[in-house]
């Protein structure tokens, strides 16, 4: 298909003109209007500020976003803007002088709530957010101011401004200074100062773009212009240059944190090892990486690995912290000193084993030997006493109750068909001591009645 080229043309010339939607008269009347900080607008911007004080102190975003909605910071600033797009010298010098005006007043309110307010904050991450000015920062002011000059010189009005406020962001580093000045806190003055700087610069150099772009009257043509515009430009590029830089940092402690939030949940579970904590520490040079472990302690040659696993992301050795005081040693053993662990301890089980079985034969060989033969005595008995019915032998047992005997003496109960004469008893008695070995010996004749 062939392109009517001509026709792309005037449709683009079409589209991107704004001529017939814009009042530059207009836009110049209401720039004007908007710059002087006088009667309301004092107090506005005093009650402002320290909306966006109590909003960054409870780090709260929709109200840091209704402070800025509410506050006109963006009229002294734009005004400069204009007054450089058209040499206008008086109007650059009386923006400059509302643009101190409010920063004064932002400044003190700021200052003022910070020093009186009871609220401790133990995680400032909205504050701390306005004290690292980046790149970025450069291209929302420039591109939000370009917006802002926009809609200001359309014939009809939108909500470009409200968003360009809140893009922008003016006020919350004007509050994070007064927190640094009532905490003396530089880190926080200076890094909240150059983030307004940047903005305020690159606000008004949108302004002074669109006031060519859109051919805003030109005043008068200044004699010492060319140098006027040369220093303008200069202070332009420092800031730029400085936030190029810092954006290099952000995006390399960024870098760093994402790699190593990689590494730490990869290796969360080593062995019997686990990371509990990790924290990145990006104030050091190089960054570094601190790692709490818990469980066992890491031998060398799993650190080793684990250390290694970490160059793969970018991360060196000497970057890396292990705590392991929350860890115990384990000691291991080779298989060598398993084994030999293992026969001992068999070895002393088997001598154990062998000692009891001697004790318990020897107990049995005593308790046999103790046994007393009843049945072979009643026979030989009968032959020298054929009287002799039945035999009860019994050792150490007590014949009448509660009467205790020592284990070493015999009874012997003699049941008789009719009684033996005092020899034959006497005959019994020793014939029994010689035969059972014993001492101690104590024989009853009875009689059974048939």
Not at 48 to 63: D, Q, T, Y
Not at 304 to 314: C, K, P, Q, S, T
Request: glycine share 4%; aromatic share 8%.
């Amino acid at each position: 298909m062939k392109v009517n080229f001509n026709t792309v043309r005037e449709f683009l010339k079409t589209t991107l003109n704004l001529t017939n939607d814009v009042d530059i008269q207009a836009a110049i009347e209401d720039i004007r209007s908007n710059i002087p900080f006088r009667g309301p607008n004092v107090y506005i911007l005093f009650v402002a500020i320290i909306i966006a004080s109590v909003g960054l102190n409870v780090n709260s975003i929709p109200v840091i976003i209704g402070a800025m909605l509410i506050s006109p910071l963006m009229g002294p600033i734009t005004g400069l803007g204009l007054g450089l797009g058209t040499n206008d010298r008086e109007l650059v010098l009386f923006s400059i002088k509302n643009l101190l005006v409010m920063v004064g007043i932002s400044l003190l309110a700021a200052t003022l709530y910070f020093i009186l307010t009871p609220l401790e904050i133990d995680n400032p991450t909205e504050l701390l957010a306005r004290t690292r000015p980046t790149i970025y920062d450069v291209f929302i002011a420039l591109f939000g101011g370009l917006a802002g000059v926009l809609e200001t010189a359309r014939k009809e009005k939108g909500t470009v401004l409200s968003g360009v406020a809140i893009a922008t962001a003016l006020m919350p580093p004007l509050c994070t200074v007064g927190y640094g000045i009532a905490n003396l806190s530089w880190q926080y003055t200076i890094g909240a100062l150059f983030l307004f700087s940047i903005n305020c610069i690159f606000i008004a150099m949108a302004a002074y773009l669109m006031a060519k772009f859109l051919k805003f009257p030109v005043k008068t043509v200044e004699q010492h212009r060319t140098r006027y515009f040369i220093l303008s430009y200069a202070l332009v590029i420092l800031l730029a240059a400085t936030s190029i830089f810092t954006g290099y940092h952000v995006i390399r402690e960024n870098d760093f944190t994402k790699m190593a939030n990689r590494f730490v949940k990869k290796n969360q579970n080593i062995g019997k090892t686990y990371i509990y904590d990790s924290q990145v520490n990006i104030d050091t040079n190089p960054y570094m990486l601190e790692l709490r472990l818990a469980g066992e302690t890491l031998n060398e040659d799993t650190k080793e690995m684990l250390l290694r696993d970490a160059e793969n992301y970018g991360i060196m050795r000497s970057q890396i912290v292990i705590h392991e005081d929350a860890t115990v040693q384990v000691d291991r053993f080779n298989e060598t000193e398993i084994v030999k662990n293992l026969m001992a301890t068999n070895a002393s089980n088997v001598q154990v084993r062998d000692d009891s079985i001697k004790v318990l034969n020897a107990q049995i060989a005593h308790y046999k030997q103790q046994e007393l033969p009843a049945k072979q005595l009643a026979e030989e008995l009968q032959v020298q006493l054929p009287s002799i019915t039945r035999l009860t032998l019994a050792r150490g047992t007590a014949l009448e109750q509660n009467v205790v005997m020592s284990e070493e003496q015999v009874v012997v109960v003699a049941h008789c068909s009719e009684m033996p004469s005092e020899e034959e008893k006497v005959r019994v008695y020793e014939w029994l001591k010689i035969r059972l070995q014993v001492e101690d010996l104590e024989i009853i004749f009875d009689t059974e009645t048939l």
